[in-house]
């Protein structure tokens, strides 16, 4: 079990930019959860994924953001035209369908919009 | 808006002694509280979770306490430890997915 992986796990880039995080969750796992978090603050919640159908966005994603799930393996997060209130760090995380299955966290991609 | 107020938003404990965290919720709907447990640099991972069938749950020197009348939960660290020192989240959600988190509680040990 190599847990959820993310990358890259830093990325600075200029406001307008635009940016793609790749996330490889546990193999087995067929749902798949975008978070994102600012400093100090919990996690919230962006958009999830059973298999390689998106099932729920936040009205937190706007239209800049989308996110992809292609095979129901990896995904990729893209910003568009980034902005310097998109500087967070961006999770992901994986977990079985069934229930009792907790959430399995990557380490994250901390971006920062200059 | 915040689905999830969590309390207090730091805490320092010495060595030995039991840190406290606390959360409340509105949605009655939720049916599973985890606490995560974050070190800088990491992601947040599961310390332990309950479901409101069962009013405490204990796992090591970890316990969760749980009043659904009152719509609160609580977190008890026992015999804290240096190591213990991190950010602790509470969260709730309904059916397993979607975890709402409070805004943490940054946790400090003192040896």
């Known amino acids: 079990d190599t847990g959820v992986s993310q990358d890259p796990r830093h990325k600075i880039t200029k406001r307008g930019q635009n940016v793609t995080f790749r996330c490889d969750p546990i193999s087995e796992h067929n749902r798949l959860y975008w978070y994102r978090q600012t400093l100090g603050q919990g996690p919230e919640f962006l958009t999830y994924?059973?298999?390689?159908?998106?099932?729920?966005k936040s009205r937190l994603l706007s239209d800049r953001f989308s996110a992809e799930r292609p095979k129901g393996s990896f995904s990729t997060l893209e910003i568009q035209r980034t902005e310097q209130g998109d500087s967070a760090m961006y999770l992901c995380a994986s977990s079985f369908t069934q229930g009792n299955s907790p959430l399995h966290f990557g380490n994250g991609t901390r971006l920062t919009v200059t | 808006q915040q689905q999830v107020k969590q309390s207090p938003q730091s805490l320092i404990v010495q060595k030995g002694g039991i840190s406290i965290i606390n959360c409340a919720y509105e949605n009655t709907a939720f049916d599973y509280f985890p606490w995560y447990q974050q070190f800088p640099g990491k992601g947040p991972a599961l310390l332990i979770a309950i479901r409101p069938d069962v009013s405490e749950k204990k796992e090591g020197r970890f316990t969760i306490s749980f009043n659904k009348s009152a719509k609160q939960f609580s977190l008890h660290i026992m015999d804290s430890q240096p190591g213990d020192s991190a950010t602790y989240f509470c969260a709730a959600s309904r059916n397993d997915y979607k975890l709402s988190f409070g805004a943490g509680t940054t946790v400090t040990v003192r040896a």
């Open positions: 994924f059973q298999n390689e159908a998106q099932l729920e």
